[in-house]
């Protein structure tokens, strides 16, 4: 409520465009003029029958907008003296940056507004809670939508949907790069029958840009903004405690295990780093705090090992939420203002503020750039994406990387190829782990696949810089995940591939392709259930721990001290040869399996020559580029048969005479495209053998 009366007789009409430009008019807030003052701007607002619960709660959302309409005015002033101000910025006159105050006026609110901004923050929070599970229930009754469970912005039920199938086309360059399947993650309920049941997953991940502040830092208005809709929620008082190991393996994979009352333990997997702002995938579980539950562990276990859980930090947080919505009422991002307490046995008691921008799907790039920039006049300072917990740790020395990746300069030693290449591995298939856990997305098996392949593969072409023990024992726990890994794809693969066939068949002929996926789906979520099983063994536990080792501290020998622009060239010349000579022997039409030959030594030297490119520079990526288009054609071919030969040994399983239709015409398509993909993988070949491409071996 706004009383004209303070406003020094501003007309009531332009009372009202002050409230409009709040988006409280209507039922959220009207305009009390002086008993003498006719009403003649204002119109009546429609009577209708609305919940009480949910008006209740649009009062407070209203209350809380009026606050930051008049909060950058001191309320030991008489209204009547700063109205100028007040109707300058709703005018959107005044100046962007203008000095604000934090103290709230209630001179000119409500007697009610002014006993709400009185309360506690534990009062008014709880009352607000209490009226929104009231409504909650109320609007969930019938056939109402699922709400949103805590954590999460957008969910909606999961439906089987398997990724499209991709070439494990990753650069060892491309370290660490966000793959953690580009598509979200999300929230999970119990975890039953060795896998994880998924209820409803995220569509987006949380998106952020965080923006340091002091503590003199005010918030600007953001009124006028690419036309959006400004609304101010209550304050929240979170109390968070997180968990992390003795020496910190999650922060320092830049992971987080957290436990907050009423919304239940969050896991926040790695940051996509390709991202100009921080991509978190977030996944929620249900449960009390004290202990987290083992399903919440065992997607962190990557990262910790057999390393014990424990409290860490535990920090209270005032959150001050201003959100940003377009003309349909749909949310475009919020700024949150976090005022953050650390508590810390033993120590003082520690703080600190940031900003956090959340970006929704609706936000452009536009709006987001004077947004950030509203924010940078009024003092914010320049984006700074260290996440919270990680800023309440008060030693940061023990951050460093678990696994460094080293930097090859020019004189690098040739030892440190092969660390980097140990590194960059172990590296992609610890940040995998959890992505195969979840089981939302085939990038996550594909890419720990091409981890443990990639690998093996060059401890083969480095044999001659490493002990020879020391790669055989790390080659074979590798292939031993490797195969167990491949059952997977293969399913993911043929699973792709029948979708889209059978999608090209007759209805008819669709009818019987449903029991070839029925048959090929259970064979896959079999494989990974099995899948799942490793994942929790402790040999798997024993290979990472290798793996990091190894990373950090390989058995080098032979000519690893030398200069790696002198050696690593004639170790990438060897397999480069091999494969030369086998294409060579092949006849006009090759067999199938021969082909298959080719594309394994393809991957190995294209293997090699990724490695060695920061040492080489462009013209090893160049060839590395030509060796991964002759292996792209040839496993091309290679899906096709292998499609079709598992189509003939499922009609021999014995089927219905509708069914084996099915699988003969999906078997005769297979076919047909793999006798057409043949023709083109010797132009690839001549590709990747031109001379000026190889100058550098």
Not at 58 to 81: C, P, Q
Not at 209 to 236: C, H, N, Q, W
């Amino acid at each position: 409520m706004v009383d004209h009366a303070g406003l020094g007789g501003e007309p009531i009409g332009e009372l009202l465009r002050i409230v409009e430009r709040a988006r409280v008019v209507g039922d959220d807030a009207f305009v009390r003029a002086p008993r003498h003052v006719t009403q003649r701007d204002r119109a009546e607002p429609p009577q209708r029958r609305r919940d009480p619960e949910v008006e209740e709660l649009e009062r407070y959302r209203g209350r809380e907008v009026l606050d930051e309409l008049v909060r950058t005015y001191d309320h030991h002033e008489a209204v009547g003296r700063r109205g100028d101000g007040l109707l300058a910025r709703m005018r959107g006159t005044a100046t962007l940056d203008e000095p604000a105050s934090r103290v709230d006026l209630v001179g000119a609110v409500d007697r009610d507004v002014e006993a709400s901004r009185r309360a506690g923050p534990g009062e008014r929070l709880d009352a607000q809670a209490q009226l929104a599970r009231r409504a909650l229930r109320r609007r969930r009754r019938g056939d109402a939508p699922e709400v949103e469970r805590p954590g999460g912005q957008r969910r909606q039920q999961v439906c089987d949907r398997r990724a499209g199938t991709e070439t494990d086309d990753h650069p060892v360059l491309d370290e660490l790069r966000g793959s953690l399947g580009g598509e979200p993650l999300l929230g999970l309920e119990r975890h039953r029958g060795g896998r994880y049941p998924e209820k409803t997953v995220e569509h987006s991940p949380e998106r952020e840009l965080k923006l340091a502040a002091g503590t003199d830092f005010r918030m600007p208005s953001i009124y006028g903004l690419g036309g959006a809709t400004v609304r101010s929620a209550p304050p929240e008082r979170n109390e968070t405690t997180y968990y992390d190991t003795d020496d910190l393996q999650l922060a320092r994979w830049g992971a987080s295990l957290r436990h907050r009352p009423g919304e239940g333990w969050t896991v926040k997997l790695p940051a996509e780093r390709d991202a100009p702002f921080l991509v978190r995938p977030e996944i929620v579980f249900e449960g009390n705090g004290g202990r987290p539950p083992s399903v919440a562990v065992e997607l962190v276990r990557g990262f910790v090992r057999d390393r014990e859980l424990r409290v860490r930090v535990r920090m209270t947080t005032i959150r001050r939420r201003t959100g940003l919505h377009d003309s349909a009422g749909r949310l475009i991002g919020s700024v949150v203002d976090d005022a953050v307490s650390v508590l810390d046995d033993g120590r003082p008691p520690a703080s600190f503020r940031e900003l956090e921008v959340e970006i929704g799907d609706e936000m452009t790039p536009t709006l987001l750039d004077a947004l950030v920039e509203r924010l940078r006049q009024a003092g914010a300072g320049s984006p700074d994406q260290t996440a919270k917990y990680i800023r309440a740790l008060a030693d940061h020395a023990s951050l460093t990387p678990e696994i460094p990746v080293p930097d090859l300069a020019g004189d690098a030693p040739a030892g440190d190829v092969v660390r980097r290449a140990i590194a960059l591995s172990a590296i992609r298939l610890v940040l995998h782990d959890p992505v195969v856990r979840l089981d939302l997305d085939p990038e996550g098996v594909h890419q720990a696949r091409v981890a443990t392949r990639r690998l093996r593969s060059d401890l083969r072409t480095f044999r001659a810089l490493v002990q020879p023990d020391f790669a055989s024992a790390v080659r074979d726990e590798l292939g031993w995940l490797a195969a167990i890994l491949g059952e997977v794809r293969d399913g993911d693969v043929l699973l792709e591939r029948f979708r889209r066939r059978i999608a090209e068949l007759s209805e008819e002929e669709q009818l019987g392709g449903a029991a070839v996926l029925a048959t090929l789906g259970q064979d896959r979520d079999a494989a990974h259930g099995r899948l799942l099983e490793t994942l929790r063994s402790s040999r798997y536990v024993d290979l990472l721990e290798l793996l990091v080792r190894a990373a950090n501290t390989p058995a080098l020998g032979g000519a690893a001290d030398a200069a790696a622009v002198d050696v690593v060239p004639g170790l990438v010349r060897r397999p480069w040869h091999a494969l030369a000579k086998r294409v060579q022997a092949l006849d006009e039409n090759p067999s199938d399996d021969e082909l298959h030959e080719i594309r394994i030594r393809t991957k190995r030297v294209r293997y090699a020559a990724d490695a060695v490119a920061p040492v080489v520079g462009k013209q090893a990526r160049s060839f590395a580029r030509a060796a991964a288009g002759l292996q792209e054609a040839l496993g091309d071919v290679n899906d096709a048969v292998v499609a079709a030969r598992w189509l003939d040994d499922w009609r021999a399983r014995g089927h219905g005479a509708g069914e084996i239709l099915a699988a003969e015409a999906l078997a005769a398509s297979e076919r047909a495209s793999a006798a057409q993909l043949r023709a083109g993988w010797r132009t690839a070949w001549e590709k990747l053998a031109a001379p000026e491409l190889r100058a550098w071996m």
